[in-house]
């Protein structure tokens, strides 16, 4: 990162179409009216874009190939034994598995940090 802190603020982030959309949908107000309570705009932006990525990401993983490669991951992480007795190696669908999760942690930290507005060294030490 160069630094231990970075600010994303005038960066432009995953949701600055939708806050446009949201902003011209209030009439130019930074706020909606929600059953009578103001909803800051950003709140709802956010909402969007981690429920939009999160079914692009459950569709991706759902048009994963349902037959061999699924099965025999999850054969590995349950009986490495039998999977290397059916001629797989576990060894490999162990580090699929572990880059399709760290591949998946980095997208939360990255819409963490556009949420937050910044990035920072310790975000993940908690």
Request: aromatic content about 4%; charged content about 15%; glycine content about 12%.
């Amino acid at each position: 990162m160069g630094r231990s802190n970075v600010p994303l603020l005038d960066v432009p982030s995953l949701s600055a179409g939708p806050e446009a959309w949201l902003t011209r949908l209030a009439g130019g107000h930074d706020s909606l009216a929600v059953a009578g309570w103001p909803v800051p705009g950003a709140r709802p932006r956010h909402a969007g874009d981690v429920l939009l990525v999160a079914g692009l990401v459950a569709l991706l993983l759902n048009l994963f190939p349902a037959d061999p490669p699924r099965t025999a991951m999850r054969a590995a992480g349950e009986n490495p034994q039998m999977i290397r007795a059916q001629g797989v190696d576990n060894r490999t669908m162990q580090v699929f598995g572990l880059a399709v999760s760290n591949g998946l942690v980095g997208l939360a930290g990255s819409l963490l940090a556009q949420y937050q507005g910044f990035a920072d060294v310790q975000m993940a030490s908690a």
